[in-house]
């Protein structure tokens, strides 16, 4: 659901990246050109998409596997660097993903954010940022979508919930001794992704 803005507005952008090959159309000679643009809300979904089936299946396959009820060879944990095999949990895992972004294109930016953040880093920035992660809390289900301007540039941003989708999720918030909020259930919403096109 689109809470705000961009309803009747026709804001487009230059395609960027991954999007862009979707975004191209066939001509009837075979050629392709590309097309006037790509709605907001569509890129930041079709983003969205990636980073959740990533996240998701890393946490599934990968992590629980791996933890305390796994085989023990490598161990996922908060303090992975400075342990012998050790491996990032997935919120490092997602931050280093979009800190990879980053230093690729400045085209679109991306964090893991929470109204309940263990790393203050993780807390809402700005007041959108903010908004968005109380609608997608008291709204589940639902993503929310808004305008900001930050500086001299004008931002579409969307934020996504975060939902606990094993056990290895609400345990590690759960237990850990800088969590503000420690009786997440599975399903429910830990936070938000927030990602930010400039317009």
């Known amino acids: 659901m689109m809470k705000k803005l961009m309803k009747g507005k026709a804001i487009k952008f230059a395609l960027t990246a991954s999007v862009a090959a979707a975004a191209l159309s066939i001509t009837g000679c075979g050629e392709t ?3 006037k643009g ?3 809300k569509l890129y930041t979904d079709s ?4 980073m959740k089936a990533d996240r998701t299946n890393y946490t599934k ?3 629980k596997r791996l933890g305390p009820n796994g085989v023990g060879a490598i161990k996922p944990d908060e ?3 400075d342990i012998e095999n050790g491996a990032l949990l997935p919120a490092q895992m997602f931050r280093a ?4 972004v980053a230093e690729m294109t400045d085209k679109f930016t991306y964090s893991l954010q929470s109204n309940w953040p263990i790393n203050s880093q993780n807390a809402p920035k700005t007041a959108v940022e903010k908004e968005g992660l109380d609608f997608i809390a008291a709204n589940p ?5 808004g305008e900001e301007t930050l500086g001299d540039t004008t931002y579409f941003t969307a934020v996504y919930p975060d939902v606990a989708v094993s056990e290895a999720c609400t ?5 850990h001794k800088d969590s503000p909020k420690t009786d997440f259930k599975i399903g429910e919403v830990m936070g938000g992704v927030v990602i930010r096109v400039p317009l």
């Open 38 to 40: 790509i709605e907001p």
């Open 47 to 50: 983003l969205f998409a990636v």
């Open 79 to 81: 303090h992975w660097q």
């Open 97 to 100: 993903g979009a800190e990879a």
């Open 141 to 145: 289900g639902e993503n929310f979508y």
């Open 33 to 35: 050109e590309a097309s």
């Open 61 to 63: 396959y990968i992590i």
């Open 171 to 175: 345990s590690c918030h759960n237990k």
